[in-house]
């Protein structure tokens, strides 16, 4: 069992930038592929981010790109997601999710574990 505990969430205002966190103290999560996903009020969960175990593939939704950063350190069990230039359209709950493979995947249901989530509130 893997359990993930995400940090750094918080209110930013427009333009600000938040570094969220995600570890975890149950097992090593350095052989596996790690996705951010996120919940906007009254929609369905979204896709943001993934790198996959080595960190030698990346992969990012559009409106994200050149904004966001995912990276990860496997010696501190810990995956970060930089967010730069934040918009209200990116308030939401963020979420880390683990996936029991090498490689990267968009979709929720393709991932085994997940944290609780942290909020990112982006006030203009």
């Known amino acids: 069992q893997v359990q993930l505990v995400e940090s750094g969430g918080g209110l930013v205002q427009v333009g600000g930038s938040l570094n969220l966190s995600c570890t975890t103290s149950?097992?090593?999560?350095?052989?596996?592929?790690m996705g951010w996903f996120r919940r906007a009020p009254g929609k369905e969960r979204d896709f943001v981010a993934a790198?996959?175990?080595?960190?030698?593939?990346?992969d990012y939704i559009d409106s994200v790109k050149g904004r966001f950063t995912i990276s990860r350190d496997n010696a501190k069990n810990t995956v970060y997601l930089q967010m730069n230039s934040l918009t209200p359209e990116d308030t939401a709950v963020y979420y880390c999710a683990a996936r029991v493979t090498w490689y990267t995947s968009r979709e929720g249901y393709e991932y085994n574990y997940w944290g609780q989530g942290t909020q990112v509130t982006v006030s203009s």
């Open positions: 790198i996959s175990w080595n960190g030698a593939s990346t």
């Open positions: 149950t097992r090593t999560i350095s052989n596996y592929a």
